[in-house]
């Protein structure tokens, strides 16, 4: 069977092989996949990176460098780079795209079938019902998935802070969903066993949707 190839985008500095690598079990008993992976920040200075800081009142996005470094992006400017991405992509011999992301892309175009995580992770979360807890990356961001869950709680997957405070901050929910593809699934089984309530991942709702595509 000939493989399909798909180009997997990061709003940080690719490779994401942490996590391309923990995804790859969901859909690699199904049918090959290659995979080429491009990230935002690839080939940025750290100065040029440290501009790309949000502005007073912008929407603030997490992801991490090549090494680890977790750094705090600017909507505005990733909403443009992203869109740059996925046209220069359009010239690719690809079958599909992946969006490692899961902050909202607005107006995103594309002539390629694009997996939006975003979309996935929100749609899901919104067919779960009304007591939804969430877990985003930083406190800034809580405020931009309130409006849609009544827990919210912050605890970055990058430096591994604040899970034991946030486990008690979203016990009152019927099911929790952590909101960022950086989150891994060891801190999904420590966040169900601090709070004993069902515990979705993002990346393992996306690893499902390109399985799914790849039937």
């Excluded at 892309?105 to 996935?120: H, M, N, T, W």
């Excluded at 034991?164 to 066993?193: F, N």
């Amino acid at each position: 069977m000939v493989a399909k190839r798909a180009a997997f985008l990061t709003i940080g500095q690719s490779p994401r092989d942490d996590i391309v690598d923990e995804m790859r079990p969901w859909w690699e008993h199904r049918n090959r996949l290659d995979v080429l992976q491009r990230g935002a920040l690839d080939g940025l200075a750290r100065a040029e990176i440290e501009s790309l800081a949000p502005k007073r009142g912008e929407q603030r996005l997490v992801t991490r460098l090549r090494g680890g470094t977790e750094v705090t992006l600017g909507a505005d400017w990733v909403h443009r780079r992203i869109q740059e991405m996925v046209s220069e992509l359009e010239r690719e011999s690809l079958d599909f795209l992946v969006l490692l992301c899961t902050g909202r892309v607005p107006g995103l175009r594309s002539g390629k079938l694009v997996l939006e995580a975003q979309a996935i992770v929100d749609h899901t979360a919104a067919a779960l019902g009304a007591a939804v807890g969430v877990l985003v990356p930083r406190e800034e961001q809580r405020s931009d998935v309130a409006r849609d869950a009544p827990f919210v709680s912050h605890a970055s997957p990058y430096s591994g802070d604040r899970f034991e405070e946030a486990a008690p901050e979203l016990a009152g929910a019927s099911v929790i969903v952590l909101h960022c593809m950086g989150y891994t699934e060891a801190m999904r089984t420590r966040m169900a066993e601090a709070t004993g309530k069902p515990v979705l991942l993002a990346r393992r709702m996306v690893a499902g949707a390109v399985a799914q595509v790849l039937d």
